[in-house]
């Protein structure tokens, strides 16, 4: 008998929900889902039918509540240290550097994994009723899967240090006035709010978005002006260009091809 997929997708024209089904552990990130996961990003990144991905979790309860603890309980400094590059690679980083958009529709817990999982995603929709955190200091750890990083980029250095030395958990009206989520709606409006936004994003120019993911990423880095102008310059070489242009002077909606 086959095993029940981790993740599932269900498409709605070219916008792609994956939900993650760990529902009993609230969709604690062990390995499996991690490299489940990092293999279907790796693969929709050649997917020419998909130009959004919305990411959620099953059940009412969690987007997802952290890594699985009971699968790190006994790890030591080398294992650690090794799941954390590994991870970042080939699920968080591949995720923020994806040429397509990922949304990240947060229902109920974000924690610790979880919510390095939703800061990888270039947009974020809560529900009224999440709580998101990162408790890792109550294990004895940080966040490892960018979260120190992302977070402090995201809301600030100041707030993240303060929410990641707290360990406390914020509910969606605080995530969304400090610019954790960019929105909150009610529970049952969650997924028809996220698939709203992914519509708008994969109604414009699916290169352009990958030129601006690259852009917006490489933001605080040395070398982010550079990367602008580089992902700038490229955009003029593409077909989406003459077509956005044309539709502006034709006063009509462009109609971008989908590589
Ligand atoms: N891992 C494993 N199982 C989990 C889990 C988690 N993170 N969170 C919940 N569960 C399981 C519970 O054990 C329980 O399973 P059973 O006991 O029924 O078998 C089931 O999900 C339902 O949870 P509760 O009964 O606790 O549900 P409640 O509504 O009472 O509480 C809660 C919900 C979210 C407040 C609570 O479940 C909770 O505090 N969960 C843990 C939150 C947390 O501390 N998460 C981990 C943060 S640390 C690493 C890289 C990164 C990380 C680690 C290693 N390496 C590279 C090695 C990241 C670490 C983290 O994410």
């Not at 969690?62 to 400094?77: H, L, Q, R, T």
């Not at 270039?122 to 890792?136: F, K, Q, T, W, Y």
């Not at 990423?217 to 992902?231: K, N």
Request: aromatic share 6%; with cysteine.
């Amino acid at each position: 008998m086959s095993e029940a997929p981790l993740v599932t997708e269900e498409l709605h024209g070219n916008i792609a929900c994956w939900t993650l089904q760990r529902p009993k552990q609230l969709n604690a990130l062990n390995g499996a889902l991690i490299e489940a996961l990092g293999a279907m990003v790796e693969e929709v990144q050649h997917r020419d039918e998909v130009r959004c991905v919305i990411l959620t979790g099953s059940g009412d309860k969690a987007f997802v509540a952290g890594a699985d603890i009971k699968e790190f309980a006994d790890f030591d400094s080398v294992a650690g240290r090794r799941l954390a590059e590994h991870g970042q690679r080939t699920l968080f980083d591949a995720i923020a550097l994806s040429s397509k958009p990922f949304i990240a529709a947060i229902g109920g817990f974000a924690l610790g994994g979880g919510l390095e999982l939703a800061l990888a995603c270039h947009v974020r929709i809560a529900s009224d009723n999440a709580r998101m955190g990162l408790p890792e200091v109550t294990l004895g750890l940080i966040p490892g899967y960018g979260g120190t990083q992302r977070l402090s980029r995201i809301i600030g250095r100041g707030r993240a240090m303060e929410m990641i030395l707290s360990a406390r958990m914020v509910k969606a009206a605080e995530a969304l006035g400090c610019g954790l989520v960019s929105a909150s709606v009610p529970r049952e409006s969650l997924m028809e709010e996220a698939l709203r936004v992914a519509q708008g994003l994969a109604a414009n120019s699916p290169k352009a978005l990958a030129a601006a993911i690259r852009a917006v990423q490489a933001s605080g880095t040395p070398e982010g002006y550079e990367v602008e102008i580089d992902q700038f310059g490229r955009c003029f070489a593409n077909e989406d260009f003459k077509e956005g242009v044309a539709a502006f002077l034709e006063k009509r909606k462009p109609d971008f091809p989908g590589k």
